[in-house]
Nanobody, 130 residues
């Protein structure tokens, strides 16, 4: 069983920055690929970014590419989402998501598939104001 706990959300003006954190526990962190998803009011949950278990590969939704950066800190069992140049459209609840460590590897073809992710955090609110 994997537990994921997000932190770092808040209110920020458009053009500003925030950094989200997700601490994972359960299986060894070193074998966990992890990702970020978000859900805006009235919209479906959508993929934002993901990073493989070894940190060698990262994936981003087109809408955040060049503005957001996902990273991981093995020593702290934590992944981060650095969000720069925030836009009003980035307003959403952001969720940390973890695929089963025994499932398929993250690839460009499956990384944005909701069903790939077995464990979810409780979410953290990000609000971008004008």
């Amino acid at each position: 069983q994997v537990q994921a706990v997000e932190s770092g959300g808040g209110l920020v003006q458009a053009g500003g920055s925030l950094r989200l954190s997700c601490a994972a526990s359960g299986p060894p962190f070193s074998i966990l690929s992890m990702g970020w998803w978000r859900q805006a009011p009235g919209k479906e949950r959508e993929f934002v970014a993901a990073i493989t278990w070894n940190g060698d590969n990262t994936f981003y939704a087109d809408s955040v590419k060049g503005r957001f950066t996902i990273s991981r800190d093995k020593g702290k069992n934590t992944i981060y989402l650095q969000m720069n140049s925030l836009e009003i459209e980035d307003t959403a609840v952001y969720y940390c998501a973890v695929p089963s460590p025994h499932g398929p590897a993250l690839t460009f073809s499956n990384v944005a598939s909701f069903n790939l992710y077995d464990y979810w955090g409780q979410g953290t609110q990000v609000t971008v104001s004008s």
